[in-house]
């Protein structure tokens, strides 16, 4: 049972529009989500995150919005670049979680110039 | 700086060799863990150190060992593995251990078994 899904696989975005990526959960418990950035061969890079106690969060071109009532939360890129191109992976966690993350199955973003 | 080290980035071996991975952070951080990745999969985690103690092991065979010599190093005893182990290991540490900690990711090994 998959807790944590990113419905799209993949997404192509012109550069200097907004990229909307997706991501739903089922676990009410989780009550901290983070994004992370992944090129082939390398390790996920943390984006930015947000706890349940807030709605959204922003970090320069990267915002973070949670809808808890609908368990989905989106990350907005605006404006995109083409150096965005990655994969992007939402995780969530929990106090009663310990330390583990669940990662949702990833969406494949193409910025195009 | 939120920097974890891993050596080697690149790793091939045979099904009867014995190896180790090696993952180093500086940050302080007091948990550190052990993920797989196939390719278009997310990481699946394998094992979790907290305070230096093994506080998970998502049932992973016997031939993946774990070590913690101290808080700041983590490595991976590889021995015995199958064509299938092939993938890219990560190494991520975190702050305390808890739910709500940013786990932050080496840049990988890539192992391939022959």
């Known amino acids: 049972d998959q807790q944590v899904k990113q419905n799209s696989p993949s997404l192509s975005v012109q550069e200097g529009r907004i990229s909307i990526l997706n991501c739903d959960y089922t676990?009410?418990?989780?009550?901290?989500f983070l994004w992370y950035k992944k090129y082939p061969a390398e390790g996920p890079t943390f984006l930015i995150s947000i706890s349940s106690i807030k709605d959204k969060n922003e970090d320069g071109r990267f915002t973070v919005f949670l809808n808890k009532s609908a368990k989905h939360l989106s990350l907005h890129i605006v404006p995109s670049q083409p150096g965005d191109s990655a994969v992007y992976f939402c995780a969530a966690s929990g106090w009663n979680a310990g330390n583990m993350l669940t990662f949702g199955g990833g969406t494949r973003l193409m910025v195009k110039p | 700086d939120t920097e974890v080290t891993q050596t080697p980035k690149h790793l091939v071996m045979g099904m009867t060799n014995k190896k180790s991975l090696k993952c180093e952070q500086h940050m302080g951080h007091r948990a550190m863990y052990w993920y797989k990745q196939k390719a278009k999969k997310p990481p699946e985690l394998m094992f979790v150190y907290s305070y230096e103690k093994l506080s998970i092991n998502e049932s992973v065979p016997s031939r993946f060992s774990p070590e913690c010599p101290n808080s700041s190093l983590l490595n991976l005893h590889l021995h015995a593995l199958q064509p299938e182990d092939s993938a890219l290991y990560l190494c991520?540490?975190?702050?305390?251990?808890?739910?709500?900690?940013?786990?932050?990711f080496g840049p990988g090994t890539r192992l391939t078994v022959l």
């Open positions: 676990n009410s418990m989780f009550d901290y």
């Open positions: 991520a540490s975190s702050q305390g251990g808890h739910g709500t900690d940013t786990q932050y």
